[in-house]
């Protein structure tokens, strides 16, 4: 399984989140076909343009709790001091990438970031990643 992680500031039009989800396929060169499960963090499960994003992929949105996204911490490759300061974790979209996977899942594209939001992706199946 492929998760898509993602983080945004609040408001976030959903054509920024639509690119940097671009981006991040892109870099993984996969379709968004691919994708099994989108994840944030809880308080950006509700925000309208990750919502239609979601929605325009025709994939499952889950909010992840901060003790779920804490314990991926040690797994991001991504160190944003802001967001360390803000969330508790270094980047929301990694550790809510891994999070979503779980126990052996791992980064195939870390935090690719444009002014209002940024992605990761992460697999389960090494097979998937390129």
Do not use: H, W, Y
Not at 94 to 112: M, S
């Amino acid at each position: 399984m492929i998760a898509l992680g993602i983080g945004c500031r609040r408001n976030a039009p959903v054509e920024d989140i639509e690119a940097v989800i671009a981006q991040v396929l892109n870099a993984a060169s996969l379709t968004a076909a691919a994708i099994g499960i989108i994840a944030t963090e809880n308080d950006k499960a509700t925000e309208p343009g990750l919502v239609e994003a979601a929605r325009r992929l025709d994939r499952p949105l889950r909010g992840l709790i901060a003790s779920e996204l804490t314990r991926m911490s040690d797994f991001a490759v991504t160190r944003s001091e802001r967001v360390q300061r803000l969330k508790g974790v270094p980047s929301v979209a990694e550790t809510a990438a891994l999070a979503a996977i779980g126990r052996g899942g791992r980064l195939i594209v870390p935090r690719v970031a444009n002014a209002t939001a940024t992605c990761a992706l992460a697999s389960d199946d090494a097979e998937q990643a390129t």
